[in-house]
């Protein structure tokens, strides 16, 4: 294109420009980034600095031929014109004459075509240069003098002692800020002066204290750095999976150069230059200076830190959780094995499963940040929903709620289990009846998101039938065992992840009890639900939150059945319709 630009244009380009331009094409091994070698491309070709030319050489060309260019009668028009403006005002009547005169002087336009003339007049339009320093001795070191204007903006650099100089120097420039966007402060330049105060054996505090009681501009004298690196911000972004308050936090190396963020929040990570300490925007915030955040590995280790103070007590407290059969499962801290009865309006199934096997190797998954892209929507490719919580929580009401709004878009899958047909059932309505030992091989493969055992039977639900009614085209709504979540949580799958969360206590027992619902430890369902039911269904939900609570994509707060179903409702239109970021390796 751009060839196209300069052939169709090459009566109105200046020759100068057009060979320089072919030049700079045509030239190779220039140490220049491809961003660089565009911005001048375009700015050669660029009609403003073509029509500068033109004007600039008819000036230089022309300034000798008088019958073309008049030549100036005077190089001083403006003050001609105040002291004209000078008289007119001193006179004590004014004609209507010379009050139109009086009016046009005053004009902008007319002001601005005489300084022009004035000017040409006196040429000068040369460029004014600055004198060239002169040429240090080998002896001396090198000194760039940079001035930035201080604002309510922080400067966007810290500093630091060097451990074997002791010299101070600047330990970061932060993405954004004043001092890079500047170009003229790079990490590692030895700071001199600041605002010609010699640093010489002040402590990084001092030079702050003489930043903060300067005002307007400040000039810094630096020794320039040996090896200069110009970092280009990196695309990486992440979400954060808990919150950040530096002012809580005692070692972050600079308070003012900081980002909080909360946990959810998406950050552009523009620098992992630090080991422990990260440059990130909060996604959004393109135009925003960029701000220190703890690095994945600093976090590691503070999270290390606070399990191991975690006593004994709060450990098993919060360990032995037992559950309500609801629409999940129960569980018992004494027993290995836990029952999970999933009642939907055609059929109650009983299953076990086994959850007491990876609980402590899912405690020791430290979760800080998740690198993260945008997956956007395709037609007729729906990703499955989870609806994941403590079993009382109302999940199996709000799958068959969904269901019930459109069941040829919204499927289940029928599990599979090795007990025998009963007289009327159907094979692949009920259940896919197989056999034990074909069962057992699928499981040991993998085939199964979840599984157990319940009166000697095995019974589960495969990925395939997951995968099967995705690739149908039909959503597919599941309400598993929280533990399946590692199974489902896949590049394959790509699930959107819903928490139904119990409210608090109080709230949790005045709206069961308004709405009458009876207690899922009751097989035929007689009863409300007990003190103690309520407290466990509270002890799963924090176990949930403390294993699982990072894989979340949405978080439903069942305090009132018909809104908790409004907001999944909006949930699920937004996994079909929006871009929505999910795990990296999802999209590549």
Known sequence: MTSEVMANGKNKLDPALTDLYTTLREAENIPSTEEELA???????????????????????????KHFFPIPVLSDAMQVMADVLEVLISRPYMSEDCKELFSVLQRPHLQGLLCAHDSVAQKDYYPHLPELPPEPDDDEETIKIVQLVKSNEPLGATIKTDETTGKIVIARVMHGGAADRSGLIHVGDEVVEVNNINVEGKTPNDVLQILQNSEGTIT?????????????????????????????????????????FKKG??????????????????????????????SRALQEKRIVHERTEENNEEADGLCSVSVLPDDGLTCSPKSPRCLSIAADKYKTKTIIYDTAENDDFDRETIATYEEVAKLYPRPGVYRPIVLIGPPGVGRNELKRRLIDTDPEK??????????PMKPGEVNGKEYYFVAREQMEEDIERGKFIEFGEYKGNLYGTSSDSVKAIVNSGHVCILNPHYQALKMLRTAQLKPYIVYIKPPRLEILKETRMANHARSTFDANNSRGFTEDEFKDMLRSAERIEFLYDHFFDETIVNDDLMVAFGKLLGAVNRAETEPLWVPASWVQ
């Not at 491309?41 to 050489?57: F, R, Y």
């Not at 020794?223 to 695309?235: L, W």
């Open 39 to 65: 911005f001048l491309s375009e700015l050669l070709q660029s009609k403003e600095l073509n029509a500068l030319v033109n004007v600039h050489n008819k000036i230089l060309t022309n300034v000798d031929r």
């Open 265 to 294: 929040d998406v950050l552009h990570i523009v620098c992992q230059d630090d080991q422990y300490w990260w440059q990130a925007r909060k996604e959004g915030d393109r135009h925003m200076r960029a701000g220190l955040i703890p």
């Open 220 to 260: 810094f004298k630096l020794i320039p750095a040996e090896c200069k690196t110009n970092a280009r911000e990196s695309k990486v972004r992440v979400r954060a999976h808990f919150n950040y308050i530096a002012l809580m936090d005692p070692y972050i190396p600079c308070k003012e150069a900081a980002l909080d």
């Open 410 to 419: 919204y499927r289940t899958p029928t599990p599979f289990t090795s007990r």
